[in-house]
């Protein structure tokens, strides 16, 4: 290979890894963007303006939209271009099972392997849970999705992380205002609590057993306000 095809194709290797990395990092920002509520369900994305928003061109940009489509949380219409994904009753509840699943095998795995550090970090979210007001909707919303991450990374297991990670921002797209009423702050928070003592007697089955039964719970309020709202 002659020197100026040599270094043509190292500038073309690095200009696809520059280009690689501005569409990682603008799916990230766009995603961040949908899992806040900014680009709420059914939304229509702009390129020209995310574009600008985020700036960098529109090649790197599509691409960021190609992979937002590979991970759920975007749909590309012919013609028409893309959409932030809604999410259906019915597969939201599929979603939920997933979960509830997921849920407790985290919790066996970790209940076999938790230190009194963790212990102590979940204890403390448990906590700030339980000091919340009824008004404080969003707080514990945002607490309890830290508890629930928290528990699958101690968990471990790389590839339980992952899938929970995609099945939890798929569930972002639905309605979430409809799963917590701020009467239920209380018991939710002491549905954690009990959840913690479980893993600190290293109870591996009650501990899958609690997660399971808090998800499923979660998914019954879900069906419930879905069918009420389409009333």
């Known amino acids: 290979m002659s020197m100026p095809s040599a270094l043509a194709s190292r500038e073309a290797a690095l200009a696809l890894m520059q280009s690689t990395s501005l569409a990682r990092l603008a799916a990230e920002a766009v995603e961040a963007l949908i899992l806040s509520g900014e680009l709420g369900p059914g939304a229509r994305l702009n390129e020209a303006l995310l574009a600008q928003r985020l700036g960098v061109s529109r090649g790197p940009l ?8 590979e991970g759920g949380l975007v749909r590309q219409e012919k013609n028409r271009g893309a959409f932030v994904r809604e999410i259906p009753l019915a597969e939201a509840a599929e979603l939920y099972e997933l979960r509830a699943g997921l849920d407790a095998a985290a919790g066996r795995l970790l209940a076999t392997r938790i230190g009194a550090e963790q212990l102590a970090e979940l204890r403390a979210l448990t906590a700030a849970m339980r000091s919340l007001g009824e008004a404080e909707v969003d707080r514990f919303h945002e607490l309890n999705l830290a508890f629930h991450e928290r528990l699958v990374v101690l968990a471990g297991n790389s590839a339980l992380l992952e899938t929970y990670r995609r099945t939890t921002r798929l569930l972002a797209l639905f309605r979430r205002r409809n799963l917590l009423a701020p009467r239920a702050i ?46």
């Not at 691409?63 to 489509?69: D, S, T």
């Open 62 to 69: 599509r691409e960021a939209l190609r992979l937002l489509e």
């Open 186 to 231: 209380p018991h939710f928070a002491e549905e954690h609590a009990a959840i913690v003592e479980h893993l600190a007697a290293g109870d591996a089955a009650g501990c899958a057993e609690a997660l399971f039964r808090h998800a499923e719970g979660g998914r019954a309020r879900m069906l419930a306000d879905g069918e009420l709202a389409a009333r």
